[in-house]
């Protein structure tokens, strides 16, 4: 078998613990960050950001999140004192009110129970903020489903890193390869790649404006309810 060859998942996947994404897999959040990103440029005195800017700039954290509201642009840096005085206004901003227009994707809820029900350990790995992710997922209440949280300052490195996905390994006392990852962006599928986990993509989120195929996850699907059936309990 050439090295080089990528090892293809065969379904369904002999799992323990299926790892889920937050913003853009579990949550469409993009309207109350987007609505904060804009508080913060009103006081800014900048102009506002159409909601399409947003959706293609979740993904990286919050950090990552501010800069490119600030410039308009991906990668780069904002002037150091803008960017302090712009991130703290967008942590007061989205603070007070993380979860007015966020929802939990159609699926989402009914996925969580059956997974539940079916004995698989729930993780939530997020590059986001410990500070948001834990209200806004205590607020949907989606929090009780997950026997772990890791958020983008949880660990000394967050998504593409796969820190994170070994950090649930250890947590749960398993092999990499009993686990799962299902997510939304290219981050999830370079974290997964580079823990050695299968990754599941769902179609719906935000990956930064491309088509989630391009980044050859083992499987897409339209919704977390397609999830179940491919998987199997790994006893
Ligand atoms: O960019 C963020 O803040 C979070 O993104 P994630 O939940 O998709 O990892
Ligand atoms: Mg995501």
């Not at 904060?36 to 950001?49: E, V």
């Not at 698989?120 to 834990?134: D, G, H, M, R, S």
């Not at 649930?168 to 390869?177: E, K, M, S, T, V």
Request: net charge negative; proline share 7%.
């Amino acid at each position: 078998m050439p090295t080089t060859a990528r090892k293809i998942a065969s379904f369904p996947l002999a799992v323990k613990m299926v790892m889920i994404d937050l913003d853009g897999t579990l949550i469409d959040t993009v309207p109350d960050l987007a609505a904060a990103a804009n508080r913060m440029l009103a006081d800014l005195d900048r102009p506002a950001w159409g909601i399409e800017h947003y959706r293609a700039w979740i993904g990286n954290g919050v950090p990552r999140f501010v800069k490119r509201a600030l410039t308009g642009e991906m990668q780069a840096e904002p002037d150091a004192a803008l960017n302090e005085r712009g991130l703290a206004l967008f942590r007061q901003h989205y603070g007070e009110a993380v979860s007015n227009l966020s929802r939990p994707y159609p699926g989402v809820v009914e996925a969580l129970e059956q997974l539940t029900d079916q004995g698989y350990a729930l993780a939530c790995i997020t590059n986001k903020a410990e500070v948001f992710t834990l209200p806004l997922l205590k607020n949907l209440e989606l929090h009780k489903y997950f026997k772990l949280v890791l958020s983008g300052d949880s660990l000394p490195k967050q998504k593409p890193d796969p820190l994170p996905l070994q950090h649930a390994c250890r947590h749960f006392g398993i092999d990499a390869a009993h686990g799962v990852l299902v997510g939304d962006s290219s981050n999830d599928v370079h974290a997964a790649r580079a823990a050695g986990m299968p990754v599941i993509c769902v179609t719906y989120g935000y990956n930064h404006g491309h088509d989630i195929r391009q980044s050859l996850p083992d499987a897409v699907v339209d919704s977390l309810m397609e999830i179940p059936q491919y998987l199997k309990l790994y006893a």
